[in-house]
C-alpha cells in the first residue's frame, strides 16, 4: 500500500457561465510522476492553481501531503514548489546568487551550502557565476526548478515544464525531473505534449470537457485502445492514437 501524496473528490470550478471542471477526481502516489494531461483551455492550470491554492474550488475536496487546501492553505504552500510558466529567475544575477537569495527568503540556515549542493545536482556547477541572461533555455528551466526545491518541499507542481524549450533542453529537463522522482520526491505536471506523459510519467490522466475520463499508465491505457493488424505486423498506438481515439469516443464522433 502507498501513501497518497495528492487526493482530489469530486473537484468543480466555474468561471461564470464557462464549468472548466465538472467532478474532477485522481490521486497521486508519493513519490510517483502523475502526468495530468489535456488540450489547450481543458482546465490544467485552474487545476493546478487550486491544489497550489491560488485559486478556491467552487465545490469538492483536494487533499495535498494530508492537509485540505481549503482549511489549511498554510499547510498546503509549506508542502509544495510550483514551477513551469511562472519563472522566478533574475536575469542579471548569477546562478549561484539567484539560489542564494532563494535560501535567504527562506531563512534557510546555509544558504551557501544549500545554493552549491543545488548548482550540483542540476549540473550548473561550472555555470555558477554566470549571469542567468547568459543561459540556455534548458539551463534557465533548470535553474528555475532548482529555486523551486530549495528547502527540498515533498510535492513538485510542474505547469507545462518543457513548453518553449528546444527539443536538447526538453530532454535535460526530462531528466531532472526523473532524478527528483528516484530521489522520492511526488511530482505533478501538466502537459498538452503526449510525448512528455508518455517519457516521464507513471501514471497518466487525461482531461478532457471539465472531466478526467482515462486515468492508468501507459500500459493501461493502450489497452483501452486494442492494436490494430497492419499487414500481419502488430503495431503498438501511440499515447496520441489513444487519446484521440478516447476523445473521439467521448463526443461521439
Ligand atoms: P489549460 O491550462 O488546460 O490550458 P486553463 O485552466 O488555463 O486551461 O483554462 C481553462 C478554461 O478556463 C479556458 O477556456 C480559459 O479561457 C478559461 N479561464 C481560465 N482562467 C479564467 C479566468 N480567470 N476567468 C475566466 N475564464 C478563465
Given at each position: 500500500?502507498?501513501?497518497?501524496?495528492?487526493?482530489?473528490n469530486?473537484?468543480?470550478?466555474?468561471?461564470k457561465?464557462?464549468?472548466?471542471?465538472?467532478?474532477?477526481?485522481?490521486?497521486?502516489?508519493?513519490?510517483?510522476?502523475?502526468?495530468l494531461?489535456?488540450?489547450?483551455?481543458?482546465?490544467?492550470?485552474?487545476?493546478?492553481?487550486?491544489?497550489t491554492?491560488?485559486?478556491?474550488?467552487?465545490?469538492?475536496?483536494?487533499?495535498?501531503?494530508?492537509?485540505?487546501?481549503?482549511?489549511?492553505?498554510?499547510?498546503?504552500?509549506?508542502?509544495?514548489?510550483?514551477t513551469?510558466?511562472?519563472?522566478?529567475?533574475d536575469e542579471?544575477?548569477?546562478?549561484?546568487?539567484?539560489?542564494?537569495m532563494?535560501?535567504?527568503?527562506?531563512?534557510?540556515?546555509?544558504?551557501?551550502?544549500?545554493?552549491?549542493?543545488?548548482?550540483?545536482?542540476?549540473?550548473?556547477?561550472?555555470?555558477a557565476?554566470?549571469?542567468?541572461?547568459?543561459?540556455?533555455?534548458?539551463?534557465?528551466?533548470?535553474?528555475d526548478?532548482?529555486?523551486?526545491?530549495?528547502?527540498?518541499?515533498?510535492?513538485?507542481?510542474?505547469?507545462?515544464?518543457?513548453?518553449?524549450?528546444?527539443?536538447?533542453?526538453?530532454?535535460?529537463?526530462?531528466?531532472?525531473?526523473?532524478?527528483?522522482?528516484?530521489?522520492?520526491?511526488?511530482?505533478?505536471?501538466?502537459?498538452?505534449?503526449?510525448?512528455?506523459?508518455?517519457?516521464?510519467?507513471?501514471?497518466?490522466?487525461?482531461?478532457?470537457?471539465?472531466?478526467?475520463?482515462?486515468?492508468?499508465?501507459?500500459?493501461e491505457?493502450?489497452?483501452?485502445?486494442?492494436?490494430?493488424e497492419?499487414?500481419?505486423?502488430?503495431k503498438?498506438?501511440?499515447?496520441e492514437?489513444?487519446?484521440?481515439?478516447?476523445?473521439?469516443?467521448?463526443?461521439?464522433?
Amino acid at each position: 500500500m502507498h501513501n497518497i501524496a495528492i487526493q482530489v473528490n469530486d473537484l468543480h470550478k466555474s468561471y461564470k457561465n464557462l464549468d472548466v471542471l465538472q467532478g474532477v477526481n485522481f490521486t497521486v502516489e508519493q513519490g510517483s510522476i502523475f502526468a495530468l494531461l489535456g488540450s489547450n483551455g481543458a482546465g490544467k492550470t485552474t487545476l493546478i492553481k487550486i491544489l497550489t491554492t491560488l485559486l478556491k474550488q467552487d465545490s469538492g475536496a483536494a487533499i495535498v501531503n494530508g492537509f485540505d487546501v481549503a482549511s489549511k492553505p498554510a499547510h498546503v504552500r509549506q508542502s509544495l514548489s510550483l514551477t513551469g510558466q511562472f519563472a522566478a529567475v533574475d536575469e542579471i544575477l548569477t546562478g549561484r546568487e539567484n539560489l542564494i537569495m532563494v535560501a535567504r527568503l527562506r531563512h534557510l540556515k546555509q544558504p551557501h551550502q544549500v545554493a552549491n549542493e543545488l548548482l550540483t545536482r542540476f549540473g550548473l556547477t561550472d555555470a555558477a557565476n554566470r549571469k542567468a541572461s547568459t543561459y540556455s533555455g534548458g539551463m534557465r528551466r533548470r535553474l528555475d526548478l532548482a529555486m523551486s526545491l530549495v528547502g527540498t518541499p515533498p510535492i513538485l507542481f510542474l505547469d507545462e515544464p518543457s513548453t518553449g524549450l528546444d527539443p536538447e533542453a526538453r530532454i535535460e529537463v526530462w531528466s531532472v525531473v526523473k532524478g527528483l522522482a528516484d530521489d522520492g520526491m511526488t511530482v505533478l505536471l501538466t502537459t498538452q505534449y503526449l510525448e512528455e506523459a508518455e517519457q516521464l510519467a507513471d501514471r497518466i490522466a487525461i482531461l478532457h470537457e471539465g472531466k478526467i475520463i482515462a486515468s492508468g499508465t501507459l500500459t493501461e491505457l493502450k489497452k483501452l485502445f486494442p492494436p490494430a493488424e497492419v499487414e500481419y505486423v502488430e503495431k503498438q498506438p501511440t499515447l496520441e492514437e489513444i487519446f484521440l481515439a478516447i476523445i473521439g469516443k467521448k463526443e461521439g464522433k
